[in-house]
Every structure is written in C-alpha cells, then in structure tokens.
C-alpha cells in the first residue's frame, strides 16, 4: 500500500467535516519491524471536522490482530477496538507537551495519515499478549509452572543457562 492512499484532504469552512474509509491488512504493515505479529485485519474510519483555528481528527479503529500467546506460545488472535481524538493545527507551538496535537506545515495539503494510523493501532495492541487462564495450552503451563515451583535458582532461565555452557 503506498502511503499516497492516506492522503487526505482538510476540510476550509468551519463545521465541515470529511470522511473516509480505509481497510488495512499485511500489506500496510509489511515494512513493520513488529515482526510477532502474523496478519492485520483492521477497519479504520476517519472523520475531520474543521473547528475555529484547528481541525479535529477521530480515528474509529476496530479489527483483529493475529499473534502469539506470551504465555503459551500457541496462535493468538487479538480484537482490537478504539477511538483515538487528534487535533491538527497549522502553527508551530514549541511548548505544547500534548500527545495528541499534530502540527502541520503551512503548505501541508492534502495530509498523510499513515503514520498516525500505525501509531494508534500500535498503541491498541497490548504490551502482553496472552489467552484467558484456562484458554493456553495445558503441557506448555505444565511445564511453566515446573521451571517456577521451589527455589527462585530454579527457573526456566537457569536452566537454559546451564545447558548452554555445557
């Protein structure tokens, strides 16, 4: 996908708003250094509204994320469902600290919203992926639970240790 697809361009009068669609899978993530993730199937929906001095930007993201469970190691598919609010402004303000404030160039028609698709959906997709309890995959929390019983030296990564310098 190139990144010309999520060209936008920014509504003039004040209370116009612009939609806009984009199905995103793979393909949008293949240059992603994100490799623990198998496939991407996310629905994005966009919505620009110009406001007095700013435009407002809501990203409407829900979809799936195929992966791994970190505590099994078995295939994982994540749903992923958020609402991210930027605002779009065309004067520079070095003293803002907002994450959510996006300043644009002046000459900056029509806008890429790649980047900040990638950073919300990012952002959606949880620092520890794993199934419910009962959901991982027994022999694997068997054996887990094996390398954690009794003394903290008797951890999975001692073990690994051990056999390495052999």
Partial sequence: ??????????????????LANFELDSKFFEFSE?????SYLINCTVEIE??????QLDL?????????????????VL????????FLKKE??????????????????P???????KEAIFFLIPRTKKH???????????KLEFYQKGNSKNTLSDHLKRKLKK
């Fill in 1 to 18: 996908m190139g990144s010309s697809n999520f060209e936008v361009n920014l509504p003039s009068l004040f209370g116009k708003k612009m």
């Fill in 34 to 38: 994100y490799f623990l993730i198998d």
């Fill in 50 to 55: 110009k406001k007095n001095a700013f435009w």
């Fill in 60 to 76: 409407a993201l829900s979809g799936s994320v195929k992966t791994y469970c970190d505590r099994c190691g078995d295939p994982l």
């Fill in 79 to 86: 749903s992923l469902h958020g609402l991210e609010t930027y």
């Fill in 92 to 109: 520079i303000d070095d003293n803002s600290q907002s994450h959510n404030i996006i300043y644009l160039n002046h000459t900056a028609e």
């Fill in 111 to 117: 806008v890429n919203l790649e980047g900040v698709i």
């Fill in 132 to 142: 419910k309890t009962n959901e991982c995959n027994p022999e694997a929390i068997e």
